[in-house]
């Protein structure tokens, strides 16, 4: 079992900058990837941004520029800096954790951002 801890989200202008983490505790494994999601209302679930135990990093598009994902091994965290925010990055962020192995998935409960224009 993998438990996750995030924190970071809250309400921000356009333009500004938030910092998400999320800790992970429990059966880590070795090989991992873990990485932020999200959904908007009425919306189904989007990859935001993962990265690798090894520091590979993938980007959704709307955010490719303006966010940086990294982590933190010996923490077991991976951290979300998301800068110029726009209105329509409105939305709950869960951070995921995959054992890759295995095939397991853990997803926190979400936090939530929102952008105000």
């Known amino acids: 079992q993998v438990q996750l801890v995030e924190s970071g989200g809250g309400l921000v202008q356009a333009g500004g900058s938030l910092r998400l983490s999320c800790a992970a505790s429990?059966?880590?494994?070795?090989?991992?990837?873990m990485g932020w999601y999200r959904q908007a209302p009425r919306k189904q679930r989007e990859l935001v941004a993962v990265?690798?135990?090894?520091?590979?990093?993938t980007y959704a598009d709307s955010v490719k520029g303006r966010s940086t994902i990294s982590r933190d091994n010996a923490k077991n965290t991976v951290y979300l800096q998301m800068n110029s925010l726009k209105p329509e990055d409105t939305a709950v962020y869960y951070c995921?954790?995959?054992?890759?192995?295995?095939?397991?998935?853990?997803w926190g409960q979400g936090t939530q951002v929102t952008v105000s224009s």
């Open positions: 429990g059966s880590i494994g070795s090989f991992n990837v």
């Open positions: 990265i690798t135990s090894g520091g590979d990093t």
């Open positions: 995921r954790f995959r054992l890759v192995v295995v095939g397991e998935d853990y």
